[in-house]
């Protein structure tokens, strides 16, 4: 089996949370176990999606600041936040208390464009300045001065008996350094490299100069190296859909098959006017899927991974990939358990 160019040094997994209307605590009680269980098993980070309107996680900050206080060493992530649902301000405020009740472990992953089905929010969301909102980069950049300390206000000092300050408080730091960008384009991954993000490449990506995904995914990381001031040390994180089988029952196997196929005919080209490409998931043994990450060439290119969880599966079914992930599949990449 080939090696890998860069040996995997972080393993990381990313669940949706997904729980059932009637009744919404079971299913963030079960993101949470999945997080303390990540850690008992040795993951270096556990990452958490972002879902408005819909039955997943709304508010990441505030189930990660429960995960900060039921774990201490595991690494915690947005995959990611889109900064047209927040006030760039508000979220630097939650990122940085979040960042500080886990004692600096937090990955603040976010992305830009309008919201989801805008023109049926907009009113809701922005009743006054629907037509004038900017969800482009520059709210990223915002985001990324309120983090890294620049002032927010050019007043600071005291006020009768109260005590103001010229930038967001609390202030992490650290964090300005574990700022990630969501990007499945070209233009993406050299912006977040000129502004000295992290990088966030996914299981979808736009077909611009290929069809071919892991080309077009190489193509984004090199592009993010190559403007980013680090260069080859820039922090890339891969995420692709991974589902081993080595534990699993006949009935899991079965299941997790039947979920790959529904979702294969999707990879296959290019979907919808913005041209989308779609990973395949991986199902099978751990050394089947080693095997073929080993010759992925953008897996080939980054040294940290985060796995997604499939969407729709139970709580025991997570338990099994997980444990397959970190006692099986990281080994196979040669990957080293976390201390």
């Not at 993406?188 to 490449?201: D, I, Q």
């Given at each position: 089996?080939?090696?890998?160019?860069?040996?995997?040094?972080?393993?990381g997994?990313?669940?949706?949370?997904?729980f059932d209307?009637?009744?919404?605590?079971?299913?963030?009680?079960?993101?949470?176990?999945?997080?303390?269980?990540?850690?008992?098993?040795?993951?270096d980070s556990?990452?958490?999606?972002?879902?408005?309107?819909?039955?997943?996680?709304?508010?990441?900050?505030?189930?990660?600041?429960?995960?900060?206080?039921?774990?201490?060493?595991?690494?915690?992530?947005?995959?990611?936040?889109p900064?047209?649902?927040?006030?760039?301000?508000?979220?630097?405020?939650?990122?940085?208390?979040?960042?500080?009740?886990?004692?600096?472990?937090?990955?603040?992953?976010?992305?830009?464009?309008?919201?989801?089905?805008?023109?049926?929010?907009?009113?809701?969301?922005?009743?006054?300045?629907?037509?004038?909102?900017?969800?482009?980069?520059?709210?990223?950049?915002?985001?990324?001065?309120?983090?890294?300390?620049?002032?927010?206000?050019?007043?600071?000092?005291?006020?009768?008996?109260?005590?103001?300050?010229?930038?967001?408080?609390?202030?992490?730091?650290?964090?300005?350094?574990?700022?990630?960008?969501?990007?499945g384009?070209?233009?993406?991954?050299?912006?977040?490299?000129?502004?000295?993000?992290?990088?966030?490449?996914?299981?979808?990506?736009?077909?611009?100069?290929?069809?071919?995904?892991?080309?077009?995914?190489?193509?984004?990381?090199?592009?993010?190296?190559?403007?980013?001031?680090?260069?080859?040390?820039?922090?890339?994180?891969?995420?692709?859909?991974?589902?081993?089988?080595?534990?699993?029952?006949?009935?899991?196997?079965?299941?997790?098959?039947a979920?790959?196929?529904?979702?294969?005919?999707?990879?296959?080209?290019p979907?919808?006017?913005?041209?989308?490409?779609?990973?395949?998931?991986?199902?099978?043994?751990?050394?089947?899927?080693?095997?073929?990450?080993?010759?992925?060439?953008?897996?080939?290119?980054?040294?940290?991974?985060?796995?997604?969880?499939?969407?729709?599966?139970?709580?025991?079914?997570?338990?099994?990939?997980?444990?397959?992930?970190?006692?099986?599949?990281?080994?196979?990449?040669?990957?080293?358990?976390?201390?």
């Amino acid at each position: 089996m080939p090696l890998t160019s860069r040996p995997l040094r972080k393993l990381g997994f990313l669940t949706i949370g997904l729980f059932d209307e009637a009744d919404p605590r079971r299913g963030h009680e079960s993101t949470l176990e999945l997080i303390e269980l990540g850690e008992r098993l040795g993951f270096d980070s556990a990452w958490v999606r972002h879902r408005h309107l819909q039955y997943g996680i709304s508010s990441p900050t505030a189930v990660l600041a429960a995960a900060s206080q039921r774990t201490s060493r595991i690494e915690l992530g947005t995959a990611v936040i889109p900064l047209g649902w927040e006030n760039p301000l508000r979220l630097a405020e939650d990122l940085a208390t979040v960042d500080i009740l886990s004692g600096g472990r937090l990955n603040a992953g976010v992305s830009v464009g309008p919201p989801m089905h805008y023109e049926r929010v907009k009113d809701a969301l922005y009743p006054d300045t629907a037509d004038h909102e900017d969800f482009g980069y520059e709210r990223v950049r915002r985001l990324l001065d309120f983090v890294r300390g620049e002032p927010a206000t050019d007043f600071s000092g005291t006020e009768g008996f109260e005590t103001f300050s010229d930038r967001v408080q609390p202030h992490s730091p650290g964090l300005g350094g574990r700022m990630w960008y969501g990007g499945g384009s070209l233009r993406s991954a050299r912006w977040a490299g000129e502004h000295g993000m992290n990088f966030l490449t996914s299981s979808v990506v736009k077909a611009e100069e290929s069809e071919d995904f892991a080309a077009i995914q190489l193509s984004h990381i090199r592009a993010f190296r190559a403007h980013h001031p680090d260069g080859e040390r820039a922090r890339v994180s891969q995420g692709l859909v991974v589902i081993p089988t080595d534990s699993a029952s006949p009935e899991q196997r079965a299941k997790y098959e039947a979920y790959a196929r529904a979702r294969a005919p999707r990879t296959a080209t290019p979907q919808g006017p913005a041209r989308m490409m779609f990973a395949p998931d991986l199902v099978g043994t751990s050394a089947a899927i080693a095997e073929r990450l080993h010759s992925h060439a953008a897996f080939r290119e980054v040294d940290e991974v985060a796995f997604a969880l499939p969407f729709t599966f139970e709580h025991e079914d997570y338990v099994q990939i997980l444990t397959d992930i970190a006692t099986e599949l990281g080994p196979a990449l040669g990957r080293r358990p976390a201390a």
